[in-house]
């Protein structure tokens, strides 16, 4: 049973895929998901996308919107480098093809100062581009649970528009780690949640089909695989082999091993930290 009602304990918002999170008090959804969240990307020549998976240098770019409404220019900080103040592309600005997985869409190229800045901190060769307002990358099926997903678009997420995770997963996976001997709990930071939640069973989230946050509503599609990423500590970069190691002992599945969840809002409203989680659908 639940222990009370569900809340959410933090909300995080990601600007740049793959760059460190901003936690914020509100957060407001469009269409596509979070106002402002992976709205810029980092790609190679040909226009994939560039993530922290295989560049782990990503992790320690810190940004922060330099509006109120987090759809203007993008702030970007790294050790032993200058803040670079990325604009957003104008209309004169170069149209580039660029590839999430296997969706392709529209973004607009930032320019080469910021081109020279990113490819300096990551160290590799890269472009800065920021989504373009008419792009249309398709939400799939998957990640809607019971909302109808046609006609919906997303950013440069992985797929889903939220990521939803309880805190009490996270802490009963570290206290799986502690036991077997692990010498510190895993940041939570690692799994890169748009929404935590508090007041609730581990895993508890998994078992939701439709509820509503505040006056929010989100379907909640398929369960979050998880890759690489997690084992990348986001402060010394340094790579280990949990949590996917304990992963594989108890949340493998056919698709994976999987924590959290991925989930899409109804439309567009504002999230708020200490919102309650009311479940009108179990899974």
Same mark, same amino acid.
């Given at each position: 049973?639940?222990?009370? !009602?569900?809340?959410?304990?933090?909300?995080?918002?990601?600007?740049?895929?793959?760059?460190?999170?901003?936690?914020?008090?509100?957060?407001?959804?469009?269409? /596509? +998901?979070?106002?402002?969240?992976?709205?810029?990307?980092?790609?190679?020549?040909?226009?994939?996308?560039?993530?922290?998976?295989?560049?782990?240098?990503?992790? #320690?770019?810190?940004?922060?919107?330099?509006?109120?409404?987090?759809? $203007?220019?993008?702030?970007?900080?790294?050790?032993? #480098?200058?803040?670079? &103040?990325?604009?957003?592309? $104008?209309?004169?600005?170069?149209?580039?093809?660029?590839?999430? %997985?296997?969706?392709?869409?529209?973004?607009?190229?930032?320019?080469?100062?910021?081109?020279?800045?990113?490819?300096?901190?990551?160290?590799?060769?890269?472009?800065?581009?920021?989504?373009?307002?008419?792009?249309?990358?398709?939400?799939? /099926?998957?990640?809607?649970?019971?909302?109808?997903?046609?006609? /919906?678009? =997303?950013?440069?997420?992985?797929?889903?528009?939220?990521? @939803?995770?309880?805190?009490?997963?996270?802490?009963?996976?570290?206290?799986?780690?502690?036991?077997? $001997?692990?010498?510190?709990?895993?940041? /939570?930071?690692?799994?890169?949640?748009?929404?935590?939640?508090?007041?609730?069973?581990?895993?508890?989230?998994?078992? %939701?089909?439709?509820? !509503? @946050? +505040?006056? =929010?509503?989100? +379907? =909640?599609?398929?369960?979050? &695989?998880?890759?690489?990423?997690?084992?990348?500590?986001?402060?010394?970069?340094?790579?280990?082999?949990?949590?996917?190691?304990?992963?594989?002992?108890?949340?493998?599945?056919?698709?994976?091993?999987?924590?959290? @969840?991925?989930? !899409?809002?109804?439309?567009?409203?504002?999230?708020? @930290? +200490?919102?309650?989680?009311?479940?009108?659908?179990?899974?």
């Amino acid at each position: 049973m639940t222990m009370s !009602t569900p809340r959410v304990a933090g909300l995080t918002v990601y600007p740049l895929k793959s760059a460190a999170g901003i936690a914020v008090e509100q957060m407001p959804l469009d269409d /596509r +998901g979070a106002v402002g969240d992976r709205r810029w990307l980092l790609v190679d020549g040909g226009g994939q996308a560039i993530t922290a998976r295989e560049c782990h240098a990503l992790l #320690h770019i810190t940004p922060r919107f330099a509006t109120a409404d987090r759809d $203007g220019a993008l702030l970007l900080d790294a050790p032993r #480098h200058t803040t670079l &103040t990325a604009p957003v592309p $104008g209309a004169d600005a170069m149209a580039r093809p660029v590839f999430v %997985w296997e969706d392709a869409t529209l973004a607009l190229d930032a320019g080469d100062d910021a081109a020279d800045w990113c490819s300096d901190v990551i160290g590799r060769a890269c472009r800065l581009v920021h989504l373009d307002d008419d792009a249309s990358r398709p939400l799939k /099926r998957k990640y809607a649970g019971p909302l109808p997903h046609e006609a /919906r678009r =997303v950013a440069f997420t992985d797929g889903a528009p939220l990521l @939803v995770l309880g805190l009490p997963s996270v802490d009963a996976l570290n206290l799986r780690l502690l036991e077997a $001997g692990a010498s510190e709990p895993l940041d /939570r930071r690692r799994f890169r949640a748009n929404v935590w939640l508090s007041h609730l069973e581990p895993h508890e989230e998994d078992r %939701w089909s439709r509820v !509503t @946050v +505040g006056e =929010v509503t989100l +379907g =909640v599609g398929s369960l979050c &695989t998880r890759c690489v990423l997690t084992t990348v500590h986001p402060d010394s970069l340094a790579q280990g082999v949990e949590p996917l190691r304990s992963f594989a002992d108890y949340r493998r599945t056919s698709e994976g091993v999987v924590f959290g @969840v991925n989930a !899409t809002h109804a439309g567009p409203g504002t999230l708020a @930290v +200490g919102d309650a989680v009311t479940v009108l659908e179990p899974r």
